[in-house]
């Protein structure tokens, strides 16, 4: 069964830093895309960054530029955002979801998502 | 990168259908078919419903549906059912080399 589960999420003060981990289990996780993607409360669903499978291309939303950097760790299953810089804005669930493989030739952002964890940025 | 644009609600009897479009540029939408569509239940997280305009995972009824033309991709559900009030929303590979969402649409099974 595929899983993914999000952690590190927390309050932090603006201008503040987070760093997020998505554990992922029930699949060869080195031969996926790997996302993210925040939803604001009440908010609607917000693409911020991709990975390819071997770590190579990185892909970031404009709004998360040069503030946010994703990385994984095929060994240990583990895909990572750490984010820098924090602003109100920034506050949201973040979720990570499963691209397509690497070789489907596919595309789309999510076939499985975590549950999320929630970051609060307060001023 | 603009979102794309969707209706904020749409709604519909059981086991009628209901149409979602999904309105973008020749940049995203219209520049590929790459257009996918998620369903998302209220504290749940989004679920793939139809990716690469009209193309269903494994396990998604058939009653969803997808389509193309232009800068507009729609879904469509048909015969609806109670299950499908949700919100919905669509996504697009970009020249850019990103992923857009569309706002979101609040299904309502009337």
């Known amino acids: 069964e595929v899983q993914l589960l999000e952690s590190g999420g927390g309050l932090v003060q603006s201008g503040g830093s987070l760093r997020l981990s998505c554990d992922a289990s029930?699949?060869?996780?080195?031969?996926?895309?790997m996302h993210w993607v925040r939803q604001a409360p009440g908010g609607g669903v917000v693409w911020v960054s991709r990975?390819?499978?071997?770590?190579?291309?990185?892909n970031y939303a404009d709004s998360v530029k040069g503030r946010f950097t994703m990385s994984r760790d095929n060994a240990r299953n583990t895909l990572n955002l750490q984010m820098n810089s924090l602003g109100a804005e920034d506050t949201a669930v973040y979720y990570c979801?499963?691209?397509?493989?690497?070789?489907?030739?596919?595309?789309?952002?999510?076939?499985?998502w975590g549950q999320g964890t929630l970051v609060i940025v307060s001023s | 990168q603009s979102a794309l644009t969707q209706p904020p609600s749409a709604s519909g009897s059981p086991g009628q259908s209901v149409t979602i479009s999904c309105t973008g540029t020749?940049?995203?939408?219209?520049?590929?078919?790459?257009v996918s569509w998620y369903q998302q239940h209220p504290g749940k997280a989004p679920k793939l419903m139809i990716y690469?305009?009209?193309k269903r995972p494994s396990g998604v009824p058939d009653r969803f549906s997808g389509s193309k033309s232009g800068n507009t991709a729609s879904l469509t559900v048909s015969g609806l059912q109670v299950e499908d009030e949700a919100d919905y929303y669509c996504?697009?590979?970009?020249?850019?080399?990103?992923?857009?969402f569309g706002g979101g649409t609040k299904v309502t099974v009337l």
């Open positions: 996504s697009s590979y970009t020249g850019s080399k990103n992923w857009v």
């Open positions: 020749s940049s995203d939408v219209g520049g590929y078919n790459y």
């Open positions: 990975m390819s499978s071997d770590g190579r291309t990185i």
């Open positions: 979801a499963r691209g397509p493989r690497s070789d489907s030739g596919n595309y789309f952002v999510g076939d499985y």
């Open positions: 690469e305009v009209n």
């Open positions: 029930g699949f060869t996780f080195g031969n996926y895309w």
